[in-house]
């Protein structure tokens, strides 16, 4: 048997069977809930735009400082030795 001070506590307005509102069937009703994830489902769209645009962003500025460094008064066979793939 645990002790008071290890056993779990539970809030008196938590729902029992819903631990996260947009997921509650009884309040929202199946509409309300198929709008709340797709908004879920819109946020985490959203983020990963943002996640990819920096990516991108990021290879962007990669290639900028890489070919910073080639001479391409040299010819395209010099370039293409100074890459390394």
Do not use: H
């Amino acid at each position: 048997m645990r002790c008071r001070c290890c056993a779990p506590q539970r809030s008196p307005t938590a729902s029992d069977r819903f631990p996260y509102p947009f997921l509650d069937f009884e309040t929202l009703g199946a509409a309300g809930l198929v709008i709340a994830l797709l908004r879920l489902v819109g946020i985490i769209l959203v983020l990963a735009m943002v996640v990819a645009a920096g990516d991108r962003a990021a290879a962007w500025g990669a290639r900028r400082v890489r070919n910073r460094d080639v001479d391409k008064s040299e010819g395209p066979d010099s370039i293409a030795d100074t890459v390394v793939a």
